[in-house]
């Protein structure tokens, strides 16, 4: 503020005349996507008690962006045992800078694994509910193995999409 004062005060503005002044900001962590106001005063060097203030709207655009974790990481062994059902965690995480709601979708690769659940929620697909930005959360995938013959692997893929912008997977 204290530059812009200085670089003001070097230039005199005649009367009923106006000058433009471009003003660059940052967006915290987690304020993308929220509009926010902000108040513009001047006032006069000569007169300290005429001034003027404009409100301005500014709405930072929200960038999206989304991990999960561990990646590209197959199980190397089917568990074995009398369950029929079992269990892998994966973590989602929203790297974008905003809250963002996630359509989650497990896959498998081979023939051996059926999908369960995912979060909770019967079959294949489900929605993250909207996670903050830099927040993650675990997901369980449910999967039940079928009838395949020993050493059998197969690998269990979760995609997260961002409904802000399903371009980011």
């Not at 900001?25 to 060097?45: C, E, K, M, P, W």
């Not at 962006?65 to 929203?94: E, F, I, K, M, R």
């Not at 790297?95 to 999908?115: H, K, Y």
């Amino acid at each position: 503020l204290a530059l812009l004062n200085a670089a003001l005060s070097a230039v005199p503005i005649a009367q009923g005349a106006s000058i433009t002044v471009d003003v660059v900001y940052d967006v915290l962590a987690g304020q993308g996507g929220v509009s926010t106001n902000l108040t513009f005063t001047g006032t006069s060097r000569r007169n300290v008690g005429s001034s003027d203030a404009q409100v301005t709207a500014i709405n930072p655009t929200q960038a999206f962006a989304v991990a999960v974790t561990p990646d590209a990481s197959p199980l190397q062994q089917l568990p074995t045992g009398s369950s029929p059902a079992y269990s892998v965690n994966l973590t989602v995480t929203n790297n974008g800078n905003g809250a963002d709601v996630f359509n989650l979708t497990a896959s498998n690769a081979g023939s051996a694994v059926t999908i369960v659940s995912v979060n909770g929620v019967a079959g294949v697909a489900a929605t993250l509910p909207s996670l903050a930005a830099g927040a993650s959360a675990v997901v369980a995938v449910v999967y039940t193995i079928g009838n395949v013959s020993a050493g059998t692997t197969d690998d269990v893929t979760l995609t997260a999409v961002s409904q802000g912008n399903p371009a980011a997977t």
